[in-house]
């Protein structure tokens, strides 16, 4: 019983996570093209994106819960958390 009660926990763990997703302003000229939770318990997400000029190229990065930019060249990244 005692496994049983540890796996449904860290389900309940990473539901709530998920719900938690960041909101993601990107610079102009990319489109953001996924948003993908990471982990059992963590608190990482996996944002894939593209360049509205390259549009056959996809790249993706990591943020957590602490993120609030990025920046790339001159881009700059805004997340949000609610």
Do not use: C
């Not at 005692?2 to 719900?19: E, H, M, N, P, T």
């Not at 939770?37 to 990065?61: A, C, D, E, R, T």
């Amino acid at each position: 019983m005692g496994f049983f009660k540890i796996l449904v926990g860290a389900a309940a763990v990473k539901a709530v996570r998920a719900s938690n997703r960041p909101g993601v302003i990107p610079p102009p000229g990319y489109t953001v093209t996924g948003i993908k939770h990471k982990g059992v318990i963590g608190s990482k997400w996996k944002i894939s994106y593209i360049k509205n000029s390259q549009p056959n190229l996809k790249k993706s990065f990591t943020i957590n819960n602490r993120t609030r930019g990025r920046t790339s060249g001159s881009e700059r990244w805004e997340f949000h958390w609610d």
